[in-house]
């Protein structure tokens, strides 16, 4: 096998060939025999009663063929929740009704009311408007605090509240916790903001229907990060179509970030309509579309406090946390604040003791739910704000502060329920402080006050749970489905090799990576290798891809149908050998027994496979094709740390970021390059947050922020190059290749390390009042808070 393939190896991504010459197949890009078209009709305000829905005139235009509206659902299923969460009193969180068209009323502005289905996209436009919607406008529940007061407009009236659950964790820490708060020689108290953010994946999302009357079999074409999990939850709960019945097919996805998870209204409506009509039923986003449809990221508003003692050791943390569910329940959105947040609040801290409360709360705006990091960036954004506040409250070094109180033997039991298995946070920290230069900042931070700006470093650290899992246990903290992975591996006669994976690529690089694992494991050349994933018809059943699991678990998956195979092939290599089976070794595609020069081809043993004329078929079946399940003993735990210098300007409050570094801990890495990217990715869309990024509501559920003219997503100039590091992986201790993950980290390690630079830039231009700014840390933002 050439030095330069397998594990370990830059190899240069194989489906970028397909991107960049224009060849990839989006689900844009599918188009079938007898395709109609269909435009929703959304709501243009965000709480009203839907008094009457008139389609008459509308139906009588040229190319329309059906409209349907909210009744034509009625004693269809809604879309279901994939996750229930239980309060701190024992109580199952509500579950309102999520219609696929409303019905009865409108929640929020986007909610679609009717389907237009035309010959023509421009057809189902025109008679759209036409429809006559009388709707009783209502006041709207926006902003979370006053949304849980007595009095409130009620987004849903059958639960009689916005509240949807009041979780607190670990509640049996409750007691302990206040106790330390009050013996505690300090405490730092923060309140901050997780702003909302709109996702913004590249390719809007799509989805075709389509049905087979012959067969009464359906299809839906769709933007998918998880087939199988849509497959599920639209056949089995909405449309009660039986799952041999129903294919679902994720081709090429322009990015997904966690938008795509979820299954939505849209989908199922093109499936069922295409029943309905007996042919094909296509939806493309608009941009616009996407603004008020796709399922939002973050929306947090929490209070956190940060107990230590005499000697700065943390004694106790505990916050009181506001999340936006918006106006129903995406997919996933219960875990994201609860499970996905609380249970990495320890962060890379031994602190004993650890308080979560969070609300999750109604409003009339758009669902709220994982987006890249899923609760893990709120978690660390919290942690390393508070910590840097109680650094400089108590006027010692940040770096100092975090080393002192960092975990330091493993494996660790944390307070909050979960157990990390392998890290080394000061070594991390060794590397940044290196690549960064921290050494130098004294001197650039000189050089930028003779120019009258303003220099900050900023330093965080981080650590993530993901790969999600184990089933068992995510089943217990309320999650409606497995979270194992799959793969098959089918050999050829010729020896190429097909691999059927459950996990989904959507710019994760898997028809790269995937081969590198298994010809290190075989020994074959990469190129004789090919990942098929995205279709239910061909794969088996998985979770798909999400919370950085591809690698530690559809990866394992992938390892152990390739141990089977190995294990067959050396049964056959035994036979054509004339040796014991214990003897065969596999190295560098060659089978040969130990002790001996005698040894057979790779590609021989497999044509043996399925031409079996020299063993016994009564020992050994024909073929050569293995399926395996994995699911995981725990998640795996990435980790680092991260350092962002900024420059302020004190007339105008702009800030630029000027350099960034990432020192994070991956576990064993098998592409590099593809890791360094996703690093680099995840870290730009952590900058948006901080600096750019903010989906904003009046007072009425109005969306300020709509289109690319108000929302403002970050631009090369907004980003410096990048300073990336992962030399110092600690290997996971439970999955076989020993991986962890790393398609989060930027996200989750960047947001806390602009707002430390920036409040370490202003207080050290005098401004000593300065403690924290909201994110986004817009130029007014900043200036203002240096204007008290």
């Known amino acids: 096998m050439p030095k330069d393939q397998g594990i370990g190896a830059s190899t240069k991504r194989r489906e970028d060939v397909r991107f960049l010459t224009g060849t990839g197949n989006y689900t844009d890009d599918i188009n079938l025999h007898g395709q109609l078209y269909v435009h929703f009709l959304r709501s243009d305000v965000a709480h009203g009663k839907i008094n009457s829905v008139d389609t008459s005139a509308a139906s009588a235009m040229d190319g329309v063929v059906r409209i349907f509206t909210g009744a034509d659902f009625e004693g269809i299923g809604g879309l279901p929740c994939g996750w229930q969460v239980t309060d701190k009193h024992g109580e199952p969180m509500k579950e309102p009704a999520h219609p696929v068209l409303a019905q009865g009323k409108v929640r929020h502005v986007g909610d679609p009311i009717a389907a237009v289905v035309a010959e023509s996209v421009q057809a189902a436009r025109d008679a759209a408007e036409a429809i006559e919607v009388d709707i009783e406008e209502l006041p709207a529940a926006v902003d979370m605090k006053e949304a849980v007061k007595d009095g409130a407009p009620l987004v849903h009236d059958d639960i009689g509240t916005n509240l949807c659950y009041d979780w607190g964790f670990v509640e049996e820490n409750k007691a302990a916790t206040d106790e330390a708060f009050a013996n505690a020689a300090h405490v730092t108290t923060l309140e901050l903001k997780n702003n909302r953010l709109v996702a913004n994946p590249m390719e809007p999302r799509v989805a075709v229907g389509d049905y087979n009357r012959a067969n009464d079999e359906s299809t839906l074409y769709t933007t998918s990060q998880n087939p199988h999990v849509i497959r599920l939850l639209m056949g089995a709960f909405v449309l009660g179509i039986p799952e041999h019945k129903l294919r679902v097919v994720a081709p090429d996805v322009g990015g997904g970030f966690g938008t795509k998870i979820f299954h939505y209204a849209e989908e199922a409506f093109c499936t069922f309509a295409a029943r309905q009509l007996a042919r094909p039923v296509k939806w493309t ?233 298994i010809s290190e494991m075989i020994g074959i050349p990469e190129e004789m290798i090919e990942i098929k994933h995205g279709d239910t018809a061909n794969t088996p059943m998985g979770m798909g891809t999400y919370g950085s699991r591809s690698l530690a678990v559809g990866g394992s998956a992938m390892v152990r149908a390739a141990e089977k195979v190995i294990n067959k092939a050396k049964k056959i290599a035994a036979h054509l050998l004339e040796a014991a089976e214990a003897d065969i070794e596999l190295k560098d595609g060659t089978f040969s027994v130990a002790g001996t020069d005698k040894s057979v081809a790779w590609g021989d043993v497999t044509l043996a496979a399925y031409v079996p004329h020299n063993y016994p078929l009564e020992d050994i079946e024909p073929g050569l094709e293995e399926t395996a399940f994995y699911d995981p003993s725990n998640f795996t735990y990435p980790s680092g740390a991260y350092c962002c210098e900024v420059e302020v300007d004190p007339d105008t409050g702009k800030v630029t970021i000027e350099s960034f570094a990432a020192a994070d801990d991956f576990g064993n890495i098998v592409n590099p390059m593809i890791v360094s990217g996703q690093v680099h990715g995840g870290i730009a869309q952590g900058i948006g947050q901080a600096l750019l990024e903010n989906c904003a509501y009046d007072e009425n559920g109005q969306l300020l922020s709509a289109s690319y003219m108000d929302y403002a997503m970050p631009r090369a100039s907004d980003v410096p190059f990048y300073q990336v590091d992962h030399s110092n992986g600690t290997p996971c201790t439970h999955n076989p290749l020993g991986v962890k993950g790393c398609g989060e980290a930027g996200a989750i390690g960047t947001p806390p390390a602009v707002i430390n630079a920036i409040v370490d830039a202003l207080r050290s231009g005098g401004h000593d009042h300065v403690y924290h700014i909201d994110m986004p840390a817009s130029p007014s933002r900043v200036w203002a808070a240096m204007q008290k």
């Open 285 to 517: 986003s608009t941009r616009s579309e996407a603004f008020m449809s796709d399922a939002h990221g973050r929306d947090h508003v929490t209070k956190i406090e940060l107990a230590l003692d005499a000697d700065n050791n943390f004694t106790a943390l505990r916050t009181e946390t506001y999340a936006n569910m918006g106006a129903y329940l995406s997919t996933f959105a219960p875990s994201v604040p609860t499970w996905l947040h609380g249970t990495l609040m320890a962060g890379n801290y031994k602190t004993p003791l650890i308080y979560v409360n969070v609300k999750a709360v109604f409003t009339n705006t758009v669902p709220v739910d994982a987006y890249r990091g899923a609760g893990r960036p709120e978690a660390t954004f919290q942690i390393e704000r508070v910590i840097d506040k109680a650094a400089r409250e108590l006027n010692v070094d940040p770096i100092a502060l975090r080393r002192q109180n960092f975990i330091t033997e493993f494996p660790y039991a944390t307070p909050v329920a979960v157990e990390y298995d392998t890290g080394d946070y000061n070594a991390t920290m060794n590397t940044l402080e290196e690549i960064a230069d921290l050494s130098g900042f004294a001197a650039r931070r000189a050089e930028s006050e003779k120019r009258g700006m303003l220099r900050g470093l900023g330093v965080n650290c981080y650590i993530e749970a993901c790969g999600i899992a184990p089933s068992n246990l995510v089943g217990q903290l309320g999650a409606r489905a497995g979270l194992y992975e799959s793969a098959t591996v089918r050999v050829n006669a010729t020896g190429g090799i097909t691999v059927m994976t459950g996990s989904h690529s959507h710019g994760q690089g898997h028809e790269t990576a995937f081969p590198q694992v």
